[in-house]
């Protein structure tokens, strides 16, 4: 029996609301994690389907087929993907800029902003967000998902860009953070086909349902009611025309930096688009 993975940032709930609420029943094992834990346990097989950092995709071109008609995309702003900085963008150059290891999609997206819209190249650092405290050593931080949130912005970096609205404004398209992956094998048609059904039906009643789950999650997020309406309210969850052009830009970007070797082809389970 495949294995689903499950984000375990507020931005994934609306699609598997009804799944994770138990209204839609799904007899699949559920393994959560943060993107960069899903991304390992997708590439070395240990779940079999999981919303995955974009850039996992095109990292291991060939290995994954996507799930059709699923996606988290930010239309414009997207708010949990931060950079506070003491400085503007363009003072960035030769500066120490901290990277949280919990999404290599959000690393990649700033280093083309940094790198390619902006002509400065930092110097980078890793942290673990939630656990090591950067500010200290660090001109710039990036910050993601609930932390990004929830955080009170720290007087000693005035400057907090949201990265999401630079790439809208850059490019004018939407900006695909994740895409439901699968570490395809050919005995797994069958539950696929009933795996994304139940997606579906999931992202069907979740998505008809925001402001009565972010009332009902508000604690279990840290995030105030109306904040996680908001927030829910910025994303396409789906994978239409305009979020693939704005996933392919951004492979071009990444491969333009070097981060990947070339922008893949888009294979779909199922031979959709």
């Not at 389907?49 to 996606?71: D, F």
């Not at 919990?102 to 790198?115: F, K």
Request: net charge negative.
């Amino acid at each position: 029996m495949i294995k689903l993975g499950h984000i375990v940032f507020s931005n994934c709930f609306p699609v598997h609301a009804g799944i994770l609420t138990g209204k839609i029943a799904c007899p699949f094992p559920i393994v959560e994690g943060i993107p960069s834990e899903l991304n390992r346990a997708l590439v070395e097989g240990k779940i079999d389907v999981s919303p995955s950092s974009s850039i996992e995709y095109a990292t291991n071109p060939g290995k994954y087929r996507i799930l059709p008609g699923l996606s988290i995309t930010s239309r414009n702003e997207v708010m949990s993907i931060l950079l506070e900085s003491r400085v503007p963008l363009d003072e960035l150059n030769n500066k120490t800029v901290a990277l949280t290891t919990a999404s290599a999609t959000s690393v990649v997206l700033l280093r083309v902003i940094l790198e390619l819209f902006t002509g400065v190249n930092p110097d980078f650092m890793l942290y673990e967000q939630g656990v090591e405290d950067p500010y200290g050593q660090a001109d710039a931080v990036l910050t993601i998902g609930d932390l990004a949130l929830q955080r009170s912005l720290s007087p000693r970096f005035p400057q907090t860009f949201d990265l999401g609205a630079i790439w809208h404004r850059q490019t004018g398209l939407p900006f695909v953070f994740a895409l439901w992956q699968v570490n395809y094998r050919k005995t797994m048609d069958k539950d696929l086909a009933r795996l994304l059904d139940i997606l579906g039906k999931s992202k069907q009643y979740g998505l008809s349902r925001l402001r009565e789950l972010a009332a009902e999650n508000a604690a279990r997020f840290g995030i105030p009611a109306e904040r996680l309406l908001q927030y829910w309210s910025l994303f396409s969850y789906d994978l239409g025309s305009d979020e693939q052009k704005g996933l392919l830009a951004f492979y071009g970007y990444a491969a333009e930096l070097g981060a990947i070797d070339a922008v893949p082809e888009l294979r779909f389970w199922g031979g959709q688009a």
